[in-house]
């Protein structure tokens, strides 16, 4: 299977494609699924000409199947749970409370990685657009929803370079417009996707940020 995108800047730069009609807009903001959706969506902001942030999520990993999203932990403590992958592999409770405490605590250390002295946008009455590398099952890119869904925005896209056509459709339910350049028929993960798809690191995403406030 060949590659969609060379690597994720390229992705960012495809995806702003389709977004330009958020361009030079103070009420638009965009807001990064860190680690991997940070150079999306740097590149997208920069091409757009709006701010950028983070916004925090985790995914909880399926004991023995890390890959596969067992549900997802957002900021303020917002819990999405993947009853299919839960009952499909029969997970106990304790293992999924045990793998919100892990999540809550890395939520925890990334908070203070990534803001240092930066404190996070207000979205209340704004447009967000809500961007990540690409989306498997969607479980994690939910929680994110659902968790900025409470800070009052007048209206959330998501947008991603490349997603399972099931995402997509759950993620048209709850978000008020979605964009997904590519949905391929068969899906195994994103990474498949790029021809470099390797880690994205702590400092390469206090770095973006870095840029985007001194070049915004």
């Known amino acids: 299977m060949h590659a969609l995108f060379a690597d994720r800047p390229s992705a960012g730069h495809a995806l702003a494609e389709y977004l330009t009609g958020y361009a030079d807009r103070d009420d638009v903001i965009v807001l990064a699924l860190p680690r991997g959706g940070v150079p999306v969506a740097f590149e997208v902001a920069q091409r757009l ?9 985790r995914k909880l990993g399926a004991p023995g199947h890390a ?30 409370a045990q793998a919100v405490d892990a999540e809550r605590r890395e939520l925890a250390r990334r908070e203070g990685a990534y803001r240092v002295s930066r404190t996070a946008a207000d979205v ?3 447009v967000v657009l809500l961007i990540d590398d690409g989306m498997a099952t969607g479980a994690t890119m939910r929680a994110a929803v ?18 399972s056509e099931q995402a997509c459709r759950q993620m048209r ?34 770095e973006l940020l870095r840029r985007a406030v001194i070049t915004k």
Do not use: K, W
């Open 124 to 126: 209340t009455g704004r």
């Open 49 to 57: 000409g709006v701010e950028l942030d983070v916004f925090l999520v």
């Open 67 to 96: 890959e596969l999203a067992m549900g997802a932990l957002a900021g303020g403590g917002t819990l999405v749970r993947n009853d299919q992958v839960i009952h499909g592999l029969g997970i106990e409770e304790e293992m999924i």
């Open 146 to 163: 659902d968790a900025i869904r409470r800070r009052g925005p007048a209206h959330m896209v998501v947008a991603v370079p490349v997603a």
């Open 173 to 206: 339910l709850v978000a008020d417009g979605v964009v997904c350049l590519n949905t391929p028929s068969t899906f195994f993960s994103v990474g498949q996707y790029y021809a470099d798809f390797s880690q994205t690191t702590d400092e390469e995403v206090r």
